[in-house]
């Protein structure tokens, strides 16, 4: 155990690790689920205006992703770098966070707030996700940090979900009143746990840089682009059925059962990577597989409706625990290979990410007519989409297994606790 570690403890750590983990997921959850429906509802945007607004930030988050990746990796992913940019990026995404949510905002102030937000948040989520190839002393702990990091990323999206109930009125004062407070909280919190975890780590980190590669100075590690092509495929074709839950078909008389298939979906999303960090046969491949398998069920017609939440709840499963691995990769990856890599290996990582879950979210203008009306070939389409992505998925996996060096994540090491 380093000094450090010694000093401080490795729990107070991992705590507010998982502080900081939760509350970045809790702000962009609800960034991401009620920022439209507050731009339409309350702003008085119409629907053409708030898709160009959302459309408008969604581009200004990737790139500000790449930025903060470059940015870390001139300075070669230094703990300190790394912590300096967490906390400015974590304040001004609070100061930009609570006047994005005023009721008068309109599209030009929601431009501009929501454009400085998502830069901010960026600067905010690349180097806390960094950390990942930081903290961790070993392939175990590196396992348990992915497992936080992951599980509670979910659980904040369940948090997020269960407050619509209190903020989805658009005439209610008191809901309004109500909105706004929960946004000061997700602000000051964001911020708190933040300075949280930096006097958890020390003034002064013992890891003032990554391990450095001299034969590795393009800062690209080998296998890096295969990993991002599986997260291509994960996060624009495995995820394709938990954009569809709320437009399920519903029978005459039958119980509506969308949100209760989402909150199925979100609890196994939660549970998959604490599942991935205890099982030994939850391998990445498998997890994909679970998901598709899953995903297909859910399609067919008549189902009851516990079957239909078992169903969502091992799509949810499958979806977590590779998600987990895939992150773990990625940290084990850049760990190995040169520190100027790190930063800019998370950013490409949540670059892509968004851009798939943008192609996803495109693709619904195609599909959901034909979802909703229950067309048999819509739900053939949707079933040969989660097939081939999670095949994609497996194949891009193995590729980047074979990568040069053999410097993805090593299964019987990453097992070991």
């Known amino acids: 155990m380093t000094a450090a570690r010694a000093s401080h403890g490795p729990l107070p750590v991992r705590a507010a690790f998982a502080a900081a983990a939760f509350s970045r997921g809790l702000t962009r959850c609800f960034a991401d689920m009620f920022l439209g429906y507050h731009l339409h509802a309350r702003a008085g945007l119409s629907s053409a205006e708030t898709g160009?607004?959302?459309?408008?930030?969604?581009?200004?988050?990737?790139?500000?992703?790449?930025?903060?990746?470059?940015?870390?990796?001139?300075?070669?992913?230094r703990a300190r770098a790394v912590f300096v940019m967490q906390r400015i990026g974590a304040i001004f995404a609070a100061v930009a966070l609570v006047p994005l949510f005023l009721p008068e905002i309109g599209m030009i102030g929601a431009l501009f707030w929501g454009s400085a937000f998502r830069i901010a948040f960026s600067f905010y989520t690349v180097p806390q996700t960094t950390l990942l190839s930081i903290l961790p002393e070993d392939a175990g702990e590196r396992r348990l940090f992915v497992t936080l990091h992951t599980a509670l990323g979910a659980f904040a999206r369940l948090v997020t979900a269960a407050t619509a109930f209190l903020i989805v009125d658009a005439v209610d004062p008191a809901r309004s009143a109500i909105h706004l407070g929960w946004v000061v909280a997700l602000a000051s919190f964001g911020v708190v746990t933040v300075l949280l975890l930096e006097l958890a780590v020390g003034?002064?980190?013992?890891?003032?840089?990554?391990?450095?590669?001299?034969a590795d100075d393009r800062g690209w590690p080998a296998g890096l682009t295969w990993l991002l092509a599986t997260t291509l495929f994960h996060a624009s074709a495995l995820f394709m059925m938990s954009r569809l839950f709320l437009f399920a078909p519903q029978a005459d008389g039958a119980t509506v059962s969308g949100p209760w298939v989402l909150t199925a979906w979100t609890c196994g999303l939660t549970a998959g990577p604490f599942l991935w960090g205890r099982c030994r046969r939850l391998s990445?491949?498998?997890?994909?597989?679970?998901?598709?398998?899953?995903?297909?069920?859910?399609?067919?017609?008549?189902?009851?409706?516990?079957?239909?939440?078992?169903?969502?709840?091992?799509?949810g499963i499958g979806l977590g625990a590779s998600g987990a691995e895939l992150i773990g990769a990625i940290g084990h990856l850049v760990r190995k290979g040169s520190g100027a890599s790190a930063g800019m290996a998370f950013a490409a990582f949540a670059f892509v990410t968004k851009i798939a879950m943008a192609a996803g979210n495109g693709a619904l203008a195609f599909i959901l007519d034909g979802y909703a009306a229950d067309e048999r070939s819509t739900l053939a389409l949707l079933a040969t989409i989660n097939l081939v992505g999670g095949l994609s998925c497996a194949l891009a996996w193995r590729r980047a297994k074979r990568a040069p060096g053999d410097r993805v994540m090593d299964p019987a090491a990453c097992r070991r606790a």
């Open 203 to 214: 003034a002064r980190p013992t890891v003032s840089t990554l391990p450095s590669d001299p």
């Open 284 to 315: 990445f491949p498998v997890a994909v597989a679970v998901a598709a398998i899953a995903a297909s069920v859910l399609l067919m017609s008549g189902l009851p409706l516990p079957v239909k939440l078992i169903a969502a709840c091992g799509y």
């Open 52 to 77: 160009a607004t959302l459309l408008v930030l969604l581009s200004a988050g990737a790139l500000a992703d790449v930025a903060a990746g470059l940015l870390l990796r001139r300075w070669r992913s």
